[in-house]
């Protein structure tokens, strides 16, 4: 193993806990602290779901060692066990922690039933043998009665019910029919108690006459990486029916964690291990909720009562680069335009796709579609588009991840409307974020294309970081209608002038780009390399990086989660800086810069992209990136990348051992967080243009990463 080599899953874990850090920080709003503790159980979710549910498989198959650090499958999971542990530790505390300053500040207090009056109690089981107890579907398991099917993620108490002939155990599905956050009315105070707790604590009264020997709620996590090119081969059914039948096989795979609130007997937890198939090391104690989904039900409760333990609302503002008087079509023929996200409002995109739907003169709307939101104005202007008579193509991505179903309902609607649903290469997710307009004007055929480093999704616009880039450029127009040609066709075969696009040109692009500064570096001259994505993981990509490093190569790499490249180790990666920023808003652009800003000879090549530097990304799926022609939005593009690295309050740098510290702040240093410096210059540019604002009211709860 090569020292400047990171496993991938125990990068993702470093990850996972700087959003940890957000919950412990006493500088964040305690409401917000809460949010981010729910983040990460539900980050931890989806990686014990996916990653770790990948490497059992591995384990099951026999599979090669991780190409960078030479670990087996077992090796990992042995260590990400062990790492898990502690972080559920570090979880609880912090969640003790933030409902303790809570209760101590603002009289909002999780309750059980030690902190109970009798009369309260009295009330509470009068509550359970009324409105639950009715509800509830209890099952007895022992050797005479077949095991149950836990839900993936759903939450059962358990009991350990005395027997003479063996173990048996009480199951009781805490989660159905009934709310799950009970309010005890209290003058002045918001209480509050979770109804797997109230169902736990009544639970003689649903096994009567048994004697109960210990209890405990449970928690199952289930193996969620479905095989979409198996069933290929399986099935003579169309594609939707195919990811509708994977998305039911899901649902019925194998555990791979049991998650206990209390200790259990140690017979019934050794029956339930059995059953389920797990290793003691599968079985984790949290004494925190199991499911802290519940925290976004608490908000809209607490919020209205105490404002202030949140992040004030943040208004999206108009672009600055838009003329809110002018039609957009108009404004991009004259100059390239960009929004960024989530500091201004994605409503001038969506007046973009008006104006073309009502433009007689507009002959076709092309994009592709990876998630988008449940509630869609995206999807409705193509269906109005369709229905007004244009020829509007729409790649929709029916396998992005837990947003499967969301995608096979819209594929459904966009089709009945007229519009021609594509599905692209067989074997390839399409994760690009491409719209090309074409327009005919006279006998000049003219093209609006729009290229973006996030989903067309106005929720996740307002909580994610994002670029949007809209061009009239020709030369990109023309790649852009080439792109949807190759996906319609179903081939793979994307060969472009400007655009870089994978599978085919992205990876190798890159290199070539890398090439061209350590040439530099090596012939004296300035060489700079910036890179700004959610994760880094591409080995040849990372060898590349290395190899410039060494030859003297300046690179700033801005990596929100994995990075499988250690920086700043002697001989390999001195060169190298990396950091990561979590906070209020998802990092989630992606910048490529070429070359040195300081350069008065030459100015950087720089690229706006879809793709991180992960194989999945650079070879393996359809992504686009594309070059930033206006000097004024390149020079825009290279401050934002600047102002991270002078972020000093959200900040963390890589250390030489893979580590992460916070950025100090230095003598006589102002404090600088990037997002809140981004949000001040979208109010002041705002303001100076005399423009309206759009107001959003967004709550907090955990998006995908893609």
Known sequence: MKKYYDNRELSWLKF?????????????????RLNFAAIFQSNLDEFFMIRVGSLCDCISVGSKPDNKTGMTAAEQLELIYRRVAELTLTRDASYFAIMNALHQAHDVEQVDFRALSKKEEEVLRVYFENEILPLVSAQVVDKRYPFPFPQN???????????????????????????????????????????????????????ANQKILSKSLMRITRNADINLEEAMYDHDLDYREIMSSLLKKRKKLAPVRMELSRNLSEPAVEYLRKKLMLTPSQIFYVKSPLDMSFVYTLRDEIEPLIP?????????????????????????????????????????????????????????????????????????????????????VVLVELRARFDEE???????????????????????????????????NGDTVEYITQIGTGNYNEKTSALYTDFSLITANREIGADAGHVFNCLATGTSEIKTDVLIAAPLMLQRKIAELIDRQIIRAKDGKSAYIGLKMNSLT?????DKLVEASQAGVKIDMAIRGISCLIANVPGYTENIKIISVVGRFLEHSRIYIFGDPADTEKSPDVYISSADFMTRNTIRRIEIAAPIFDSGIKKRIIEIFGLMFADNLKARVMQSDG????????????????????MKQAETAAAKAGTSVHVKKIKRKKPHAD
Not at 26 to 32: D, N
Not at 188 to 202: C, D, P, S, T, Y
Not at 659 to 678: K, V
Request: charged share 25%; hydrophobic share 40%; aromatic share 8%.
């Open 16 to 32: 996972n806990e700087r959003v940890l850090e957000e919950a412990s920080d006493s500088s964040v709003p305690l409401g917000e």
């Open 538 to 542: 591409d080995k040849f990509l990372i």
């Open 153 to 207: 993620k759903g939450i059962y108490a358990v009991a350990h019910l005395e027997w003479k002939n063996g173990v048996r155990v009480g199951l009781v599905p805490a989660n159905g029919a009934f709310k799950r956050v009970i309010y005890i009315p209290t003058e002045g105070k918001l209480r509050f108690m979770l109804v797997e707790e109230l169902i736990l604590h009544f639970l003689p009264l649903v096994f």
């Open 659 to 678: 580590s992460y510290t916070r950025r100090p702040l230095y003598p006589n240093e102002q404090p600088l967080s990037i997002q809140e410096t981004l």
């Open 406 to 440: 969301n995608n096979i309902g819209w594929s459904k609607r966009l089709e009945q409307a007229g519009c021609s649903v594509i599905y692209g290469p067989e074997g390839l997710k399409v994760h690009s974020k491409l719209l090309l307009i074409t327009r005919k």
């Open 308 to 392: 202030d333990i949140y992040y004030p609302h943040y208004i999206t503002k108009q672009p600055r680069m838009i003329d809110k008087n002018r039609p957009v079509m108009e404004q991009v023929r004259e100059r390239d335009l960009l929004l960024s996200y989530p500091y201004e409002s994605i409503r001038p995109f969506l007046q973009l796709l008006s104006e073309a739907t009502a433009d007689k003169d507009v002959v076709s709307i092309k994009i592709t579609l990876y998630r988008v939101a449940s509630h869609s104005k995206v999807v409705e202007s193509l269906i109005n588009a369709a229905e007004s008579g244009k020829n509007v």
